[in-house]
């Protein structure tokens, strides 16, 4: 959960404000630029809390996330752990390739993410 809330603030968003968030909110989201969740170093890094778990057993070096709202007010998010170091140049790159997730993802959100997991 560490991962995802600092990838959301990140984003530009906070996590209350998304818990709490109205319909009125997600017009103004769904069009945003988010920018990228990117952890140079892992090891020790407080976002990445599974440290033994996740990062010492499988050797990851660097993270890079990044997300989007729908247009239905669904939150995305994509994170990568990486084995060899990412650099920041190199991490900002994804910011593009958010936009074309959201947009291979948006027609299956009223399908996928507007149905409780038990029926999918």
């Known amino acids: 959960m560490a991962m995802i809330s600092q990838l959301m603030k ?8 998304m818990l ?11 069009g945003k630029t988010y920018n990228v969740f990117h952890v140079p170093e892992a090891r020790g890094s407080t976002y990445i809390p599974a440290q033994t778990e996740l990062v010492e057993a499988y050797g990851v070096r660097s993270v890079v996330g990044f997300g989007g709202v729908l247009h ?6 994509t994170v990568m752990l990486a ?10 790159r994804f910011r593009s390739i958010a936009l074309d997730v959201k947009a291979a993802v948006h ?4 399908r996928v993410f507007g149905q409780s997991p038990s029926s999918l």
Do not use: H, K
Request: charged residues 15%.
């Open 107 to 110: 027609p299956f959100a009223n």
């Open 72 to 77: 239905t007010g669904d939150l995305f998010a």
């Open 10 to 17: 990140q984003m530009g968003l906070e996590v209350a404000a």
């Open 83 to 92: 084995r060899g170091s990412i650099l920041a140049d190199a991490a900002l």
């Open 20 to 30: 709490a968030a109205e319909g009125s909110i997600v017009p103004e989201l769904a």
